[in-house]
């Protein structure tokens, strides 16, 4: 992740603190979700923004070096909500299912998080799915109808690229 963000910081440039990085991610961020052979827009929360533009201005230090940043990517999550995802979301609304993100990978300036859910997991009709950060709060999300049954699983991919 710290390779991710290290190249956001060097695409934006010159910032002068948390809401400078703010509105230079703002608008910038985009991605898409695959789950099976589908793929649809995502929207990057500003709780999501709000994060990234923090671990910019603020990684974690221990003894002079930086080690990571503060930012951190936990969990993929389902839901039954059908409301319209937007920027504003903090969470997933409706009965939400999660389990912890398996693989991030940072390719230049895209953030690809892979989870495969096998056939004993959220076994509902997913109406929306998001990323959240450690504390919970959504980091993107998107509407999706995707029934699931234990008969199937599910690989989702999700790319967010900094433009």
């Given at each position: 992740?710290?390779?991710?963000?290290?190249?956001?910081?060097?695409?934006?440039?010159?910032?002068?603190?948390?809401?400078?990085a703010?509105?230079?991610?703002?608008?910038?961020?985009?991605?898409?979700?695959?789950?099976?052979?589908?793929?649809?827009?995502?929207?990057?929360?500003?709780?999501?923004?709000?994060?990234?533009?923090?671990?910019?201005?603020?990684?974690?230090?221990?003894?002079?070096?930086?080690?990571?940043?503060?930012?951190?990517i936990?969990?993929?999550?389902?839901?039954?909500?059908a409301?319209?995802?937007?920027?504003?979301?903090?969470?997933?609304?409706?009965?939400?299912?999660?389990r912890?993100?398996?693989?991030?990978?940072?390719?230049?300036?895209?953030?690809?998080?892979?989870?495969?859910?096998?056939?004993?997991?959220?076994?509902?009709?997913?109406?929306?799915?998001?990323?959240?950060?450690?504390?919970?709060?959504?980091?993107?999300?998107?509407?999706?109808?995707?029934?699931?049954?234990?008969?199937?699983?599910?690989t989702?991919?999700?790319?967010?690229?900094?433009?």
């Open positions: 992740m710290k390779e991710w963000l290290d190249n956001i910081k060097q695409a934006i440039g010159e910032f002068s603190g948390e809401a400078s703010y509105f230079a991610l703002k608008g910038r961020l985009r991605g898409r979700v695959t789950i099976g052979d589908q793929t649809r827009e995502n929207t990057v929360t500003d709780t999501g923004i709000k994060a990234i533009a923090r671990a910019l201005c603020s990684p974690v230090r221990q003894s002079g070096r930086t080690l990571s940043p503060v930012f951190r936990e969990w993929f999550a389902a839901s039954t909500s409301t319209t995802p937007t920027p504003k979301d903090t969470t997933l609304g409706g009965s939400v299912s999660l912890s993100v398996e693989q991030v990978d940072a390719l230049g300036k895209k953030l690809v998080v892979t989870n495969f859910v096998g056939q004993p997991e959220f076994n509902f009709t997913w109406r929306k799915a998001g990323l959240l950060l450690g504390d919970g709060t959504v980091f993107a999300l998107c509407g999706v109808y995707e029934p699931k049954t234990d008969q199937v699983s599910k989702v991919v999700w790319e967010i690229e900094f433009s």
